[in-house]
């Protein structure tokens, strides 16, 4: 096989280069040229014999070219310009997804059909939270529901995102009149007219309030005492959020399927530093966490790392220590905003060690009065059934073999003793384990079943038994048993033996009934 060099190409000269386009690289490649087939042999071998009617250019294969462009690696500016488009365009779709929502709530609201109009406005919410129209498109239908205190926090949710919102705090401000919260709601509806005279809804609302709260104190010609309830919501700020504050900031949280994909609750490690190739497979977690910074490139950043105080390192911290994706302005940016964070998180720490501290003391209480009582803690390691009679039948091995005197004079005088559940009988050196809890004991056929199936006849006969509750007892009952009807596999109670005293019935006889 021939091998040539490929040419290489100059369509690329002379084209400009857009700003933060990076220059392609051209390399020449070597490629496999196949060799020449039979036909071009022969005709070469024409044309060296002199024959002129043979095309040279049939009889030559061009060389191969092939151009590779390796493009270098993307910076991380173009990174994040990537990432904030495809963001830019997920949630320009979010947003139509959320204004259609609205659109239909507003022909529902339209029709008279609250009940119906409301879950729209909820989901309009639900895609696009930030948004305040929603929220006061919400309570007024709230407010015709009759739903007065849901309309309130509604309004009051809307102007927390735009205090300056003159139909937000009238809408609360009406919420509260029928709630009967007349100095709240006068409240209200003076904070409008105060930066809108031309509000004329707020004006009649705002005179018929002051006339309520007028006519509240006196019943008739009886001047009414304090109302009670003025004296417990004194305190209470009914202004907020105050005309002058400013709008609240939502933090906009990615909503790609990294960030909701929570997994076990631990963090990916590959996520945070060279990237998941399972991607929603992964078992650990992609999402941020309280210990975490989400930057512009979806990495959670090691809240710890940004505070100088990580104690794992880059290398085995399951989080990034990377700082050049993160956004330009956060806590992080200001010695003055990390130090307030980290006196934060030292204070948060100090009272989970406490907690941790405290209950630890609790259960120890606990454990000491449990053995205190006589009764033994659940989670003191109890041993199962089989390693304990392991280890008895390891003790009583040890005490058989060692010759033990005890054992010996345990054997001599025929005295049964325990040992940690092991029983030494006289003549016989049986180890009898203690069976493990749950089992059922299987029935013996021994001495005691032979003493009740010899107790049976004598009790027919009329002969007194003696009780079997001593080893000789036994031993003297099972000396009348009968041999032939007892065996030691089958014990026969002779049940349907009659009494010695009693006449057995003879069946041809007749029987006289009286009436």
Known sequence: MAQTEATVSKSEEGRTILPGETNPITIPVVVNESEPSSGATASSEVKEAG????DESLATTPAAS??????QPKTTEELIA???LKRAARKSAIREKAEGHKRTGDILFEANKYKAAYPHYLEAIQLWGSNPTYFISLAGAYRKLQWYEEAAHAATRALTLDPKNSEARYVRGVARMEQRLLKPARLDFETVLEHDLSHLRARAALTEVSHFIATSGQLGTHELGPNPIEELVKDVDFGFPHYEQDALEIASVSDSSDCNHVGNGVQCRFYNHEGCARGTACLFSHAPDEKSVRDELGRNVCIYH?????KFGASKC????SKEALPKSGWWTSPEQIAKVKSVIEVAEQKAREQRHLESERWKAHIKALKAAGKQPKSAGVKSAEKKGGEEKDAGKQEVEGGNAKEVSAAD???EKKVEGEKITSGKESVQKKKPEGQKRKPQAGKRKKSFAAAAPAKAAGVPVAPTDSPEAESKSATVADPATT??????YQLNVPPADVKPLVQDAPVALSY
Request: aromatic share 6%; net charge negative; with cysteine.
């Open 413 to 415: 005088t025929g005295i």
């Open 66 to 71: 092939v151009n590779v462009v390796l493009s």
């Open 487 to 492: 065996t030691p596999g089958f014990t026969d």
């Open 82 to 84: 990537a990432r904030a």
């Open 306 to 310: 940004l505070l100088d105080s990580c």
């Open 51 to 54: 024959g002129s009617g043979v």
């Open 318 to 321: 399951i989080y990034s220590h």
